[in-house]
RNA sequence: GCUCAAGUGGCGGAAUUGGUAGACGCGCUGGAUUCAAAAUCCAGUUCUUUCGAGAGUGUGGGUUCGAUUCCCACCUUGAGUACCA
């Protein structure tokens, strides 16, 4: 019987799929282990043979583990939202379901062909209301969320309301948006329901903002910033500019530090790790305020207050003494025009309570510095009240009724000057500055501002207005882009404005400079030019002064960035203190004195969430008032309404802008038509959709329970799959989908929801498979300028008899040889005229040719070249071949339609089966690293498959033989079974196929086709090659399936040798070999070796200094 | 620029607690079989060579009895990222 795969491939996945032999229970005395890979978007080209590459490696994994005894979770499914089907969409007005349906067929049937143990039983697809139902209603539970920085988890919004209820915001610690007012409890009770929606959503960890986003106007939608690539579009590479829009985002910022942790504890490849790191982009350093110098020494009256003051007067509000308290009891509860606040800050003074309305302060006597304060506060013009401790404990109804009367009769206070007011508005600026350098501090000499910063407009000078302004308009032109590509050219402009060195108290100049980014730290730095390149090169250019704070380093050409090993000059308290310790030192002074402190910044800005899309999943979110509401969860899916056209309205809305009936009815909690919106209780519903990777970030925990309509996934299922514990896929989700995905299972961890907090234990990146792209070379004739034949005409008449020729590779070495064959063979062949041959010019074009016209041997078919649909401009080309044929040239690039070197695998499967493709993807390389595809190499795992059918075959008969194995065949057997188990623990799957071939060739060589030995030998190779095994499986007698069979035991004593050829090496080189008893002494092999006849002759009479023997390795003697 | 990975025959690649470099396969060469081809089988295939042997894992150094493997410097290629303060 001849090996068939044909009959044999298509027998197994039909008996597997009529058992259901993968299909994984949720209940199992064995233990589990979930395979999983990144599922693939099914588009419209199919799969080609670098996509399962990944997939036949879990695969091999999967059952692997399923033959070492375990329940085996081996998944598949389709991220079936996405632009191609949308844009086909655009372009036919065909439904995007209807695509992604066809298109799922497609790979269905790709997939089946290559006989993976799928549990298709699971399958899931994004894009199908029963699973996007569970996006949304992730969605709804980030929405009622927000992240306790004190838990340091997420925590459920009725919490924080608790919290607001009895004690205001000034005492949470969350991840909110950055401006934030603070407010007591009685104020959040006094909030109308629309303000206390408006300050929830500043700390859920879903929110609406108006961000400054990425928009694709070719597009029309929002683009994430993994989907830019070199500042145009991914898909399309289409322009993108920055636009400002009211976007859903998601504060994955409040994960930044336990993502980064996280990394530690999962066995992820270090190149992702890193990048995921970089793009987190942790900085420890400090954040630090200069005033902005007003030109005189009063401070401001209206001084912002610095982030740790902030903290300490949360602290102090919260934490009042008796007296404090029983007054604030009495003062509480005024209203209106005689509201007081408590430990509130004036200035650089903190006053115990204060009505700002009537200009009055309260405060207890004794403070230190209360002569200054009186005076300064009579200036501001308030009217200050003083009562001591005792007064207000002793007699608290005598203190109101002191306070009630200055309320009823203000005192008329005498009013600042003009002048002053004046001074005052200038005063009231400081500029805060992140730096990873805070112990170059007394280094800084400038300042720097980004273009877009706030202050800028506010400090400049009038002499530099105009220059100031002009500066602003011509950065503010240039794209994004030019000024990414363009870093070199330095420019910036003065302020006029000056800011105080917070330690040195020393004037430094303010200038603005599109080198600092305002969307990155605070918007501005401080510049510390002996320090850092850029502050050196800006310096440089504008002559401002560079100080040296550096021991014994040279300035003079470029900045100095070193840090370890460099001690600190000029520097006040710093000086002559190495790095680290300055670095502590500066933190602590500013934080004692009150103008900075240590903080850690991250480069992860939160994700914006909405995009301008139809395909994808729908908000379950309706606006009442203009603020969202959530739709309740047993409303769920809100399922895409229908709609004629998939583009923008034209007003710009989303796509969603052009359904008719998409308006929530909030008593019959449903969909309505847009008519409706007229009632009161009918509301617009969200029109964005959700972006490609909602659907994907959570997806893995979904197979554990795929069919549940009632929960997310079941709280036993999760339990027991637990997490991923293998996960194959493309390292060009690393901060994209594998980030997200991080995030969500970090989330749903803290609300309990999920019970591990990472989602895969270990994930592999399979490399790329690249095509081998065929070229030819094709001719293009031009007349040379200047010729003295100026006779256009003729001109014409040379060229119009020269056809295109192409040439086939061998021919020529260089573009010179290339012109003389083409020009030998025109002459030849009657083209052209040989008095003519220097006037033309011969040039060489490389293209494309269709993979599939080329053979093995790179020769092209030429008849089939000419016919192809994409040549027919070629059609009447002339070809010049070596030797009868045609070689093409051959480059490796990757493998896309437009290159014609993509390789199909159904033809691969059809001709020399899933075996063969199985095996051969395998033995290509190394599984993390891209290598290229070349269809000749098949041939060799091809006729492995035959000789191992052979071995149980004499002639056409199967014939295994009961006899006892010899002691060769079970020493191959063992040294088999020992590779390939440690092969595939080690994701090694390219040597264990050389092992298979080493084995059958051996066992060949033996003639060995005894049952004991093809038995064992059967279930190695299933894995690999699982229809063949079942079917040689069921050829040995057996009734059942291979694939839960027990993975062979590997036995030490089949391989124990008794001697060993040693290896005998002169200084370090081997010379020969010689076969020496295991048993022998060190000192009987010495006395062997220098007894042998070759040792002699290499030793050519002299005497070794040196013999090293290492027993059972090698043995070198050295002269 | 920064971070990471990798450089071994004509090609894909193998070999690391430092111990016979080039396993296995492709391709190529020769042979057998065949009318012929495909398929199959056998032999050879790193380079140089005066056929004794010698050199050799990107380059140059180092450690070692011994280095593809460890250390230092450099070169090249690929990937990611970027005025990130």
Redesign the pocket.
Known sequence: MQYNHLDIEKKWQKFWKENQTFKASNESDKPKYYVLDMFPYPSGAGLHVGHPLGYIASDIYARYKRHKGFNVLHPQGYDSFGLPAEQYAIQTGQHPAKTTEENIATYRKQLDAIGFSFDWSREIRTSNPEYYKWTQWIFIQLFDSWYNKDTDKAEDVSTLIKIFKTSGNATVKAVSDEEITIFSADEWKAFSKIEQEEILLQYRLTFLSDTEVNWCPALGTVLA??EI?NGVSERGSHPVVRKKMTQWSMRISAYAQRLLDGLEKIDWP??LK??Q???I?R?Q?AMVSFNVDNGSEKSSSEVKLTYKELEALKELRQNLSKAETILWDELKNKKGASKFRKKYTISTFLVDYVCIAKNIIIEFSGKEDEAARTEFFNNEGFNIIRFTNEEVIENVLGVVSKINSAIQFPKIVEKTTKNKEIIKEENKYKID?????PDTIFGVSFM?L?PEHELVSKIITDAQKAAVEEYITATAKRSERD??A??????GVFTGAYAIHPFSGKKVQIWI????????????????PCG????Y?FAKHFKIPIPNIFEGVDISEAAHIDKDGTVIANSDFLSGLKYKKALKLSIYEMEKRGFGYGKI?Y?LRDAVFSRQRYWGEPFPVYYKDGMPQMIAAEHLPIVLPKIEKYLPTEDGKPPLGNATEWAWDSRAKKVVSNDKLKNKTVYPLELNTMPGWAGSSWYFNRYMDATNSNEFASKESLEYWKEVDLYIGG??H??GHLLYARFWQKFLFDKGIVPVDELAKKLINQ?MILGTSAFVYKTTAFVRNGCGCSDEKSNDDILNKIPTVIVSKSLFNSDDEFESVVKNYLIDNNFLNPNFADLIMITKTALHADVSLVN??DELDVKAFKNHALNSEYKNAKFILEEGVYKVGRE?EKMSKSKYNVVNPDAICATYGADSLRLFEM????L?????W?T?????????L??LW?LYFNGDVFKVSDEAPTKDALKILHKTIKKVEEDIENF?F??S??????AV?EL??LKCNTREILTPLTVLVSPYAPHIAEELWSLLGNKESISTVDFPIFEPKHLVESA????I???????F?LELPLDLSKEEIEKTVMENE?TI??LEGKTPK?I?I?TG??I?I?L
Do not use: C, H
């Not at 993390?928 to 290229?932: D, F, M, T």
């Not at 000749?936 to 492995?944: L, Q, R, T």
């Not at 060993?1060 to 290896?1063: C, F, L, S, V």
């Open positions: 910033n993994d690539v270090q190149p890193d990048s790191t970089n793009w982009g900085s350093g500055v992140f730096t990873t350098r720097t980004a000024r990414m363009d870093v070199k050219t330095i420019s400079g599109d080198y600092v980014l305002a969307n990155y730290g605070t918007g501005a730095v401080m510049a510390v850092d390149q850029r502050d090169d910044n480069r390292s060009e690393a901060t490399g093995t041997s490796v033995f290509l390389g190394p993390e690293q891209a290598k290229p070349k000749s190499g098949i041939s060799g795992v091809s006729s492995f035959k000789k052979k090694s390219n040597t196929v050389s092992t298979f071939m080493i060739n060949t060589a060993k050829n040693y290896p090496s002169f200084n370090g080189k081997m010379r070999t070759k002759a290499q040196k090293i290492v390795k090698i070198n050295v």
